[in-house]
């Protein structure tokens, strides 16, 4: 076993799993679904009246059939023009390294109606890291809308177009809709999983709500060419393939009694992912299912408990030998399990508090998960947040909105272990970095208008 290639390997392993834990931390202040002032100036409502938190991403019954109705609820008043910008700027200090203050999201959205029941939502963003600068355009998606009646009762029913799975989904809790995920290679639908879809697919899917209860969504993507994905600001590094025979399944049970909201739901995604465009395929399933509560009560006191588990079932197309032990091959079959718990809460939906645990497991395999064979990563994220404004007769609405926020982002396991993550005992050449040492705390101060 060379020396030189395992310090090689493993250094690109790391490269990869960091590039996902920066994924998953700014997915905590991603504008997937957050408030975006076009839509309240297009609504004449405040940003409250969609959201748990006036600058957040809980979305409100309120919220969930506005999005299901294809962002197109107006106040009747004049045209609106459907643009938005925002910008965050924030102090990151993480456990090791130097403390770095930057603009780190600079956001266009555009975000409304189109015409009756029919509107969409896109975001170009650029994004710094701390590392390097890049210009995204991200989570297109066009919803048409249209009510009707099946078997006496109101549905609504209606055609999806978009390059996020998940994201669509009117509850706004799957992976894609911008709450943290966990930091790990895990599911397809999980936006900071290595090769994951989000942003380099596009497709379509037919939805239909019956009874204000009951939402179903069935429809299938493809991979965005290479040339598309470039163009879009995403690295061929990250590309997820050729897919072919795709699947996207949504069953979902809501209920509003005002005061309170409680959703539950299944997600399913199939597909044959050719990971270098070429050559054998392999057969990857997910399955999930979600369970949300709200408390909305008088709007004075409001609390949000979600969770998600996302299991990923794998059959290779490949068992590739191990480059260090002789004689020893990958697994033909796996699986990886993506977790989130979390709790919101918000007073008078200005002042917010969010916990979330968030897991990622999957099967041992020595030679894909270099150095101990497993994938797991275990992380906590504690965020608080103050958005004075964005209510009833508050300034700037609904021409702009503004919060801040103190987040602190904890590891316990990382890369299969709690010490020494990239392998540095086995030669890697790598620092030695404990699952602690990539802990970060955060202060930012978000302005949209």
């Given at each position: 076993?060379s020396?030189?290639?395992?310090?090689?390997?493993?250094?690109?392993?790391s490269?990869s799993?960091?590039s996902g834990m920066?994924?998953?931390?700014?997915?905590?202040c991603?504008?997937t679904a957050?408030a975006v002032?076009?839509?309240?100036?297009?609504?004449?409502?405040?940003c409250?009246a969609?959201?748990i938190?006036?600058?957040g991403?809980?979305?409100?019954?309120?919220?969930?059939?506005?999005?299901?109705n294809?962002y197109?609820?107006t106040?009747g008043?004049?045209?609106?023009?459907?643009?938005?910008a925002?910008?965050?700027?924030?102090?990151?200090?993480p456990?090791t390294?130097?403390?770095?203050?930057?603009?780190?999201?600079?956001?266009?959205?555009?975000?409304?109606?189109?015409?009756?029941?029919?509107g969409g939502f896109?975001?170009?963003?650029?994004?710094?890291?701390g590392?390097?600068?890049k210009?995204?355009v991200?989570?297109?998606h066009l919803?048409?809308a249209?009510?009707?009646t099946?078997a006496g009762?109101?549905?609504t029913?209606?055609?999806?177009?978009?390059?996020?799975?998940g994201?669509q989904?009117?509850i706004?809790?799957l992976?894609?809709?911008g709450?943290?995920v966990?930091?790990?290679?895990g599911?397809?639908?999980?936006?900071?999983?290595?090769?994951?879809l989000?942003?380099r697919?596009?497709?379509?899917?037919?939805?239909?709500l019956?009874?204000?209860?009951?939402?179903?969504?069935?429809?299938?993507?493809r991979?965005?060419?290479?040339?598309t994905?470039?163009?879009?600001?995403?690295?061929?590094a990250?590309?997820?393939?050729?897919?072919?025979?795709?699947l996207?399944?949504?069953?979902a049970y809501?209920?509003?009694w005002?005061?309170q909201?409680?959703s539950?739901g299944?997600v399913?995604?199939s597909t044959?992912?050719?990971?270098?465009r070429s050559?054998?395929?392999?057969?990857i399933?997910d399955?999930?299912?979600?369970?949300s509560?709200?408390y909305l009560?008088?709007?004075?006191?409001?609390a949000q408990l979600r969770?998600?588990?996302?299991?990923e079932?794998?059959?290779?197309?490949?068992?590739?030998?191990?480059?260090?032990?002789?004689g020893?091959?990958?697994n033909?079959?796996g699986h990886g399990?993506?977790q989130?718990?979390a709790?919101t809460?918000?007073?008078?939906q200005t002042?917010?508090f969010?916990?979330?645990r968030?897991?990622g497991?999957g099967?041992?395999?020595?030679?894909r998960?270099?150095?101990?064979?497993?994938?797991?990563t275990?992380?906590?994220?504690?965020?608080?947040?103050?958005a004075?404004?964005?209510?009833?007769?508050?300034?700037?609405?609904?021409f702009?909105?503004?919060?801040?926020?103190?987040g602190?982002f904890?590891?316990s396991?990382?890369?299969?272990s709690?010490?020494?993550?990239?392998?540095?005992?086995?030669?890697s050449?790598?620092?030695?970095?404990n699952?602690?040492?990539?802990?970060?705390?955060?202060?930012?101060?978000?302005?949209?208008?």
């Open positions: 076993m020396l030189l290639s395992l310090r090689s390997l493993t250094q690109m392993l490269s799993v960091l920066v994924g998953a931390a700014f997915l905590v991603s504008g957050s002032p076009s839509f309240s100036r297009q609504t004449g409502s405040e409250a969609c959201h938190s006036s600058f991403l809980n979305l409100t019954p309120y919220g969930i059939r506005f999005k299901l294809g197109s609820d106040d008043k004049g045209t609106k023009v459907p643009l938005s925002q910008l965050l700027v924030e102090h990151v200090n456990a390294g130097a403390a770095d203050t930057r603009l780190s999201e600079a956001d266009l959205y555009v975000a409304g109606r189109l015409a009756e029941q029919l896109a975001l170009v963003s650029r994004r710094d890291d590392t390097t600068v210009t995204t991200e989570n297109i919803r048409a249209r009510d009707v099946i009762k109101n549905a029913v209606g055609l999806s177009i978009g390059t996020n799975p994201a989904d009117p706004g809790i992976p894609g809709s709450f943290t966990p930091s790990t290679d599911t397809l639908l999980n936006p900071a999983s290595t090769h994951r989000a942003n697919v596009i497709g379509a899917s037919a939805f239909g019956l009874g204000g209860n009951w939402y179903g969504e069935v429809g299938t993507y991979s965005l060419s290479l040339a994905q470039d163009r879009f600001g995403f690295e061929a990250d590309d997820p393939g050729r897919l072919s025979g795709t996207y399944t949504r069953l809501m209920r509003d005002k005061t909201f409680f539950a299944l399913g995604l044959k992912r050719q990971l270098n050559g054998p395929s392999d057969d399933r399955l999930g299912f979600d369970v509560y709200q009560g008088t709007r004075e006191h409001m969770y998600v588990n996302i299991l079932r794998r059959r290779y197309g490949s068992t590739p030998a191990s480059p260090f032990v002789p020893l091959a990958a033909a079959r399990r993506d989130t718990l709790l809460y918000a007073y008078k002042y917010a969010t916990v979330a968030l897991t497991t099967s041992d395999d020595a030679v998960f270099l150095p101990y064979g497993r994938p797991d275990t992380s906590t994220l504690l965020l608080a947040t103050w004075p404004f964005g209510k009833e007769d508050s300034w700037g609405a609904p702009a909105n503004v919060s801040f926020s103190a602190w904890r590891f396991k990382f890369n299969g709690g010490t020494d993550v990239f392998g540095t005992s086995f030669g050449g790598a620092p030695l970095t699952a602690n040492d990539l802990n970060q705390f955060s202060l930012g101060m978000r302005v949209a208008f």
